[in-house]
DNA sequence: CTCGTAACGTTATACTGTAACATCATTACA
DNA sequence: TGTAATGATGTTACAGTATAACGTTACGAG
């Protein structure tokens, strides 16, 4: 799975955030671009005390409030995914738009994958209205093993 | 949403016990039953140290690997659920049959209702292949608002 | 200028989960 | 029947994840 993220697909990332802070009137601070930053560059999931070690680096506090927090931010503007399963937290692939999105985890790899299935989202919101529940917006995540771990097995 | 678990649903719980376990030629012993026994009565995601008070209470240990291990036998049997983005763990609603289900989470009140789309889990399949991904069985968590609590508001 | 608010720092602690090893029970088999 | 192998459970200790509560700083609005 690729684990690589693109300057290009960096740029993007925080362009968007630009965007989205912009438009939902929030400030993109320093410890807050440079989280982001951070979880761009890694281009796969990482644990929050993972980005807490790099922040110390660069001089923030390195207590756990302070990611913890800035992760949050970056959620809600739609920046950073969460992925439960894993306790991990991945960039957004589509930090343009509010989407309800499908993300493919390698268990061995630790890489992810992100889509935005028209077909599947409608489905599951189909069976949510039959059930009259009323779903947020989210990713749901898939496990498994990814092309490249299948192979090397 | 429904959190109550009728007599009739942790009987057929019980059985569908018996049933994996002389299938998988495991055994379903005292702490094992119990375990399930209390995840059905609980009729919704239910944490694993709230389970240990439980068990201390019948006289089993209370340390967090009694209860971690034998979630993870009744998992590994098909009988329960994790549910990541809540760290909680559900009796599964179809333990007859290996599958591939939707669980949907509310926020509010913590209740889960469990379904098996067959289209869902095939669109998502085809996504799959066309990452080269391999699935591991599993169910997907959609989180949101119940009908009740969502009337509620 | 100062007030209010948002952002960040700091301390402490709660919650969740696992490693490693000991003990006990059961089964199979010499 | 002894005993060895295995599976199940107990026990201790600790690692990893997350949040509460409160203090401090920065900064724009009035």
């Not at 756990?64 to 992760?71: D, G, H, Q, S």
Request: glycine share 10%; proline share 3%.
């Amino acid at each position: 799975m690729r684990q690589k993220t693109t300057a290009a697909e960096r740029r993007a990332g925080l362009a968007a955030a630009e965007r989205a802070c912009s438009r939902s009137g929030k400030k993109l601070t320093p410890l807050r671009r440079r989280v982001l930053e951070l979880v761009l560059n890694a281009g796969k999931p990482v644990g929050a005390y993972n980005l807490l070690k790099s922040l110390r680096a660069d001089g923030f506090s390195d207590a756990p409030p302070t990611i913890y927090r800035t992760l949050e931010f970056l959620q809600a503007q739609g920046l950073v995914h969460r992925i439960a399963k894993s306790n991990t937290f991945v960039a957004c692939s589509r930090p343009h738009d509010d989407h309800f999105g499908l993300i493919f985890v390698c268990r061995q790899c630790g890489g992810a994958v992100e889509l935005e299935e028209q077909q599947v989202i409608a489905d599951i919101g189909c069976c949510a209205g039959r059930l009259g529940f009323q779903m947020s917006r989210q990713v749901l995540e898939v496990e498994g093993t990814c092309r490249d771990c299948g192979a090397a097995l």
